[in-house]
């Protein structure tokens, strides 16, 4: 059974860090390119970064670039995301999931998500 | 401001169909496959439609997926209760290298 547990949410300053993660089981982590989403309170979901099964290639939201850094340990079947100068709009739920591996055309399926870890930015 | 247009919301009758717009350009939508994600209250979402068109193991035959041009549309028949929730749809953007969400529609099954 898959499974994606996130860790390390929690209340933090403006202008502080935080460094979630995602413990993965189930499947071959390696082979999964896997994502970090949030969602603010009340809002929809925003997709924020990416990265593929070994690390080759990372992306970012334009609203986090420079702030936030996506990272995996394949051996430790584990993501992190490390979220660095936090403003209060980086409020919200961060949810990890799983993509389905891109054949030919260019998507977003991600087809099992973690329950979500919080990051609360407040004074 | 999401690079995805979906409306706010939408209602129906049980057992009644319903259908979800998602609006985008040649950079999303146009060229890329769109993806469909059913939030109940208070969960994780859960992806209902991949690849445009396919549903994951599990997924009703209720639920389908379409696309044209720069537009997707998400189609549930027979209506119930249970299926009130925030529908997004979601899909790859070539231009900003990301992925993009729609702003969400909320169902109500009147």
């Known amino acids: 059974e898959v499974q994606l547990v996130e860790s390390g949410g929690g209340l933090v300053r403006p202008g502080g860090s935080l460094r979630l993660s995602c413990a993965a089981s189930g499947f071959s982590f390696s082979s999964f390119g896997m994502n970090w989403v949030r969602q603010a309170p009340g809002k929809g979901l925003e997709w924020v970064s990416s990265?593929?099964?070994?690390?080759?290639?990372?992306f970012y939201a334009d609203s986090v670039k420079g702030r936030f850094t996506i990272s995996r340990d394949n051996a430790k079947n584990s993501l992190y995301l490390q979220l660095n100068s936090l403003r209060v709009e980086d409020t919200a739920v961060y949810y990890c999931?799983?993509?389905?591996?891109?054949?030919?055309?260019?998507?977003?399926?991600?087809?099992?998500w973690g329950q979500g870890t919080p990051v609360t930015v407040s004074s | 401001q999401s690079m995805l247009t979906q409306p706010p919301s939408v209602s129906a009758a049980p057992g009644q169909k319903v259908t979800i717009s998602c609006s985008g350009s040649s950079s999303n939508i146009g060229n890329n496959y769109v993806s469909w994600y059913q939030q109940l209250p208070g969960t994780a979402p859960k992806l209902l439609i991949y690849?445009?068109?396919k549903r994951p193991s599990g997924i009703p035959d209720r639920f389908s997926g379409s696309k044209s041009g720069t537009s997707a549309t998400l189609g549930i028949t027979g209506l119930q209760t249970g299926d009130e929730a925030d529908y997004y749809c979601a899909t790859w953007d070539t231009s900003l290298s990301g992925g993009v969400f729609g702003g969400g529609t909320k169902l109500t099954v009147l």
């Open positions: 990265i593929t099964g070994i690390a080759d290639y990372l």
């Open positions: 999931a799983r993509e389905i591996p891109v054949v030919t055309v260019p998507a977003k399926n991600l087809d099992y």
């Open positions: 690849d445009n068109n």
